[in-house]
T-cell receptor, first 116, second 111 residues
Framework: GAVVSQHPSRVICKSGTSVKIECRSL??????MFWYRQFPKQSLMLMAT?????????EQGVEKDKFLINHASLTLSTLTVTSAHPEDSSFYIC????????????FGSGTRLTVV | LAKTTQPISMDSYEGQEVNITCSHN???????ITWYQQFPSQGPRFIIQ???TKVTNEVASLFIPADRKSSTLSLPRVSLSDTAVYYC????????????FGKGTRLSVIA
């Protein structure tokens, strides 16, 4: 089945630094990927849609200058949290769908970001 | 995008069948219904998808009435490892439009 690999699984960074999260489709090409954020005991909140070769589309309330998304190839999308602050601490998850897949959308295993 | 409504939580004993119903009154003609399972600190995992009537796979069944305004996920003989949050999502699932998650149902399986 379609596999999405997300890295790192956990990261701790100091306030004010930047963190990059990678999302790779391992056995399929993904022209579109999606980034979500999930706070404890809450549901997944869509942050942005990542499009290969073009600018990402951000949801209302998500700062595009703070959450930089790059989708430079058909198998890789990255999310960079710039100048991270403690309130950015969350669980970040990416997703994509393989064309013709009977398994719906595939999600990465998530990245737990802790900003100290 | 069609909005979904599910119970916030459910409890069940091991070995019982669990049925989780989801309402989606404004489902569109080309929308599919998909259920995902999420364990703590993991990404959601696909369980089952359907358009109408009944779908069954190795882990669950999905019942969809003729009007498609609701659906029921059925988990046979649950075990402790089925404790998770279950999300019902409705959409065209084309791969170009994102999935929008509701609050989900937190299932707790008790020994």
């Amino acid at each position: 089945g379609a596999v999405v690999s997300q890295h790192p699984s956990r990261v701790i960074c100091k306030s004010g630094t930047s963190v990059k999260i990678e999302c790779r489709s391992l056995d399929f090409q993904a022209t579109t990927m999606f980034w979500y954020r999930q706070f404890p005991k809450q549901s997944l909140m869509l942050m942005a849609t990542s499009n290969e070769g073009s600018k990402a589309t951000y949801e209302q309330g998500v700062e595009k200058d703070k959450f930089l998304i790059n989708h430079a190839s058909l198998t890789l999308s990255t999310l960079t949290v710039t100048s991270a602050h403690p309130e950015d601490s969350s669980f970040y998850i990416c997703s994509a769908r393989a064309t013709g897949s009977g398994y719906g959308y595939t999600f990465g295993s998530g990245t737990r970001l802790t900003v100290v | 995008l069609a909005k979904t409504t599910q119970p916030i939580s459910m409890d069940s004993y091991e070995g019982q069948e669990v049925n989780i119903t989801c309402s989606h009154n404004n489902i569109a003609t080309n929308d599919y219904i998909t259920w995902y399972q999420q364990f703590p600190s993991q990404g959601p995992r696909f369980i089952i998808q359907g358009y109408k009537t009944k779908v069954t796979n190795e882990v669950a069944s999905l019942f969809i009435p003729a009007d498609r305004k609701s659906s029921t996920l059925s988990l046979p003989r649950v075990s402790l490892s089925d404790t998770a949050v279950y999300y019902c999502l409705v959409g065209d699932h084309s791969g170009n439009t994102p999935l929008v998650f509701g609050k989900g149902t937190r299932l707790s399986v008790i020994a």
